[in-house]
């Protein structure tokens, strides 16, 4: 008899370095598509800030002390790493896991799931900083930041992108196909973009409604992005990193767990 979910969340994941085979190989696999991938992903991040940014920052004008512009690009970062992530962890990992056959193929070789599960999230982590990456350069050239400690951005996203993979993670152990993936952005990530200060600052939100967000992850990133893009202080910014670790630990418990359960029978 298979063991339940909530024996495999007693247990844990077994962690181990063979993770880095799993992201090696997806990122042979990238490689391959690697300027098709790149367009797609950058594209529509540098049209919402120019559009956005030049077209509604006319009649905005200023928000909390900067213009619109500025305001939006440390969102916009933020964001690009969250959908990046979010759509690696899902759609590739879904199709490796059940169309191609790919993570069946990797537990023949001397590997476990939670190898395999943290190795699909690193990457997704990995195409968040590539994409974020792209952007923040984006910003720069267009003289949107406000010196080289905007540099600082990139681990942060980094270890968002292991959050914001992580839960996807979790959807895609349970997910019976792909349309199952619209729960998750019409439910999580849309209300997460609009709620987080990508767009406007959380200050302009009902109070209920604000403190809503600072349970979201997005919104922790983006309190530690937009600072240090900006060039303004950062508050409390121990607790925004433990907010996003914390994502970032337990999504990947949890999507393990629930891994195991779908593989291990």
Known sequence: MSASVADHLKTGPQLSGRFIA????????????????????????????????????????????MPYMVFLASGIVCSAAMTGATFEALYSAYT??????????????????????????????????????????????????????ALLVLPVILLAGFSFAGIAMIVTAISPSYDFFLYYFTLVMTPMLLLSGVFFPLSGLPDAVGIGAQFLPLAHVVMLVRPLMTGTPVDAPVLHLAVILGYAVGSYWISAALARRRLIR
């Open 22 to 65: 799993v992201w090696l190989r997806n990122l042979r696999v990238w490689r391959k598509l690697m300027l098709p991938s790149l367009l797609g992903n950058f594209g529509e991040p540098v049209l919402y800030l120019l559009a956005l940014g030049y077209g509604l920052g006319q009649f905005v004008g200023e928000v909390e002390s």
């Open 96 to 149: 490796r896991l059940t169309q191609q056959q790919t993570w069946a193929a990797m537990l023949a070789a001397p590997m476990n799931v939670d190898d395999v599960v943290l190795g699909e999230i690193a990457w997704a982590a990995t195409k968040a900083l590539i994409n974020a990456s792209a952007i923040v350069l984006v910003a720069a050239v267009l003289g949107l930041v406000a010196g080289p400690e």
